[in-house]
């Protein structure tokens, strides 16, 4: 998500059944359906539209903390919580989740 929202793309559905996981490691996102380009936005609009996609983010990352035993419980579901708090202006970009994951894997 961070790749494609730096190249002003949003998926616009975001969401489990739309990664596509190879069982040897990796996945991939599909379903671009719903996917259009931020560049008609201002910034603020385009900043608003990822927090929307942020959102999903998390939904994502609650059902990875159901359904997983090698997810770091606590502190993907303190990312989860940033990802889907009610201020849409203070949800991380997908920069700072990346940063934030590989200071994990580092951790790890």
Known sequence: MQHLH?????????????ILWNAQGGGLLGDFGAAWMTGALDAAQAKAMQG???RAF????????ERSS???VQAMSALRDRCMQPDVAARPSFDDVLS????????R
């Open 6 to 18: 730096a190249r002003g793309i949003l998926h616009g559905d975001l969401y489990a059944h739309n």
């Open 52 to 54: 929307l996609e942020m």
């Open 58 to 65: 998390g939904c994502l990352l609650e059902e990875l903390i």
């Open 70 to 72: 090698d997810v770091p």
């Open 100 to 107: 934030l994951l590989q200071q994990e894997e580092r951790v």
